[in-house]
């Protein structure tokens, strides 16, 4: 396994009407993030919130190239970010234990936190069609280029890891600096990891090794 100290590029926030940040995502402009009763989509250049779109979000966010989705205790909205309605409703796995959301070959990944699991669920029905074991609380979750990310955050420790989607065996970790928590992680499709700060109220970037 390969282990580094996670470069950070920049820190946003804290914001405005924002105590804190869960899940993360990012739709090719904007960086969308949850803040509890809202989603925000920041523009990642300027640094500013844009717009805000009133929804439950408690937990991980996902873009699958249209909609968004959005963790809300128990259930997982489907969202037009055009109008901010819900589509859809599905049950979120963990039944309220869920954290990170990513989507990928057209199914949404799930992480559990305390049950240390990703799950691969049908976006339709909230089926689960697989499930991964991790060794460590699991927080947000990504896929870029293939692989397999996700965060810890256990005490004052936290790191972002790849892993391999069939075992879960950990090939790569990137270890946070002390009080630098991951709770949401989303990918922006090439160089940057953009990761959740949990009560801290910011999104940090970090480079991503390619």
Known sequence: MKTSAATILRE??????????????????????????????????????????????????????????QIAETVIHKVDPKTGQILTTIPAPGN?????????????WVGQHRGRKIHQIDPETGKILRTIESNRVVTGVTWVDGQLWHGTWEGDDSDVRRIDPVTGEVLERLDMPEGAGVSGLESDGADRFFCGGGGSGKIRAVRRPV
């Open 12 to 69: 946003y926030g804290p914001f405005p009407d924002a105590d804190r940040v869960n899940g993360v995502t990012f739709d090719g402009r904007h960086v969308w993030f949850a803040s509890g009763d809202r989603l925000n989509a920041l523009d990642p250049d300027s640094g500013e919130v844009v717009r805000s779109i009133e929804v439950a979000s408690h937990a991980g966010t996902a873009f699958d190239g249209e909609f968004l989705y």
């Open 96 to 108: 309220g234990g869920d954290s990170g959301l990513a989507w990928a070959e057209g199914t949404l």
